[in-house]
């Protein structure tokens, strides 16, 4: 999963952006991966893992992970170059979400580039840019397909999307909330226009600490964000970039620590993968034994054979069955061979919609 963070400036996004990628890395043990400045991996938190992996005694445990892009660049006008435009652009076209940040904090010291806090202002400046970028796709695929449109009722069908959906944009609506028919063809262009405001967004509350332990609730800005949020179909976490960035310098006893004086159950990292997560519709399952133990990111609803291509084609081409067995009922009975005893471990077929917390065996040959 790779999430581009955006945000106008001083709104605490590379703040944000380093103490994620910091903090992320050391608490899952996972080195912290350097592809680009503007780019770490981190790792998803996961104590099924580690359990799971003390049970096999596994020589590896690998966990899943994000991809963070930190995406410079994004000021008034970044559609038409301004800031770093264009680069800004492409980095944003290549994540599957964006998370917004967004400043709900009053501070003299730190200067607000149009003067003062206002949520749904900064929100509707960035979603402007998005869509001034996504117009000029469109227009530039309507030049292309008129010049067939005449002469070919496929590319005349098309011409109708691109239109209806370009008026939508133009009424100052992002793409995710276009309509599309159940139409195979339009979902199939409408998909492979990559629109960026078609992407699903979680807003992050930027607060003070003040304000972190009741979740934003008195804050005004933070309700201002949520019901916007709402309205669209987005997701929103709170989070202090400050307080992240001082839980990132601390190794897990001590962040348990602050945290819990914080009153706070869950990290910013914790909350914004869990909101990834829930938005993008994904979950994990697991594959345990004295190798490796790992976890896999798949869409929920997946079915045993597709999960099992996340680790090799192979395994989809060539699968036979799944032996499933929940990590609850693995840990409790402290092996496969003993759960199977018990009657807890299944034998699934092609057909088996594989669950969060599934550990499985695959079966297969090639």
């Not at 909330?177 to 629109?195: C, I």
């Amino acid at each position: 999963m790779k999430l581009g963070i955006v945000g106008l400036p001083n709104v605490g996004k590379s703040t944000l952006f380093n103490s994620l990628t910091k903090a992320g890395a050391e608490s899952a043990n996972y080195p912290f991966c350097t592809i680009d400045p503007n780019v770490g991996i981190v790792a998803v938190p996961d104590e099924r893992l580690k359990l799971l992996g003390d049970m096999y005694h596994s020589k590896k445990v690998t966990p899943a992970v994000i991809e963070f892009v930190d995406i410079a660049g994004l000021v008034k006008g970044a559609s038409k170059g301004e800031g770093l435009g264009n680069q800004f652009l492409a980095n944003i076209r290549e994540v599957d979400a964006i998370v917004h940040v967004v400043r709900c904090f009053e501070d003299t010291n730190v200067v607000h580039v149009d003067g003062s806090i206002d949520p749904a202002r900064d929100i509707e400046t960035i979603n402007l840019e998005l869509i001034f970028s996504d117009l000029e796709i469109l227009e530039r695929r309507i030049a292309k397909t008129a010049k067939g449109a005449r002469m070919d009722k496929k590319l005349a069908k098309e011409l109708a999307l691109l239109e209806s959906i370009k008026t939508h944009l133009e009424d100052g609506k992002p793409a995710k909330t276009y309509e599309v028919s159940e139409d195979e063809d339009e979902q199939e262009w409408f998909a492979s226009y990559n629109l960026l405001t078609a992407k699903p967004v979680i807003y992050a509350a930027n607060v003070t600490e003040d304000d972190l332990a009741d979740d934003g609730a008195g804050n005004t800005h933070v309700q201002a964000v949520r019901e916007l949020a709402a309205g669209e179909g987005s997701g929103v976490f709170v989070i202090c970039a400050q307080i992240e960035q001082e839980i990132a310098e601390l190794d897990e006893d001590e962040k348990a620590m602050f945290l819990e004086d914080l009153g706070l159950s869950q990290s910013g990292l914790e909350k914004l993968i869990q909101a990834s997560y829930s938005l993008l519709g994904l979950m994990s399952y697991l594959t345990a034994g004295e190798d490796e133990t790992r976890a896999w990111t798949i869409k929920k609803g997946t079915k045993a054979p597709q999960a099992a291509g996340k680790i090799h084609t192979d395994f989809e081409r060539g699968f036979i069955r799944a032996e499933v067995v929940n990590y609850k009922d693995l840990l409790e009975w402290g092996s496969l061979a003993a759960a199977r005893e018990k009657g807890l471990v299944g034998l699934e077929g092609k057909e088996y919609v594989v669950q969060d917390g599934d550990v499985i065996l695959f079966r297969f040959n090639v």
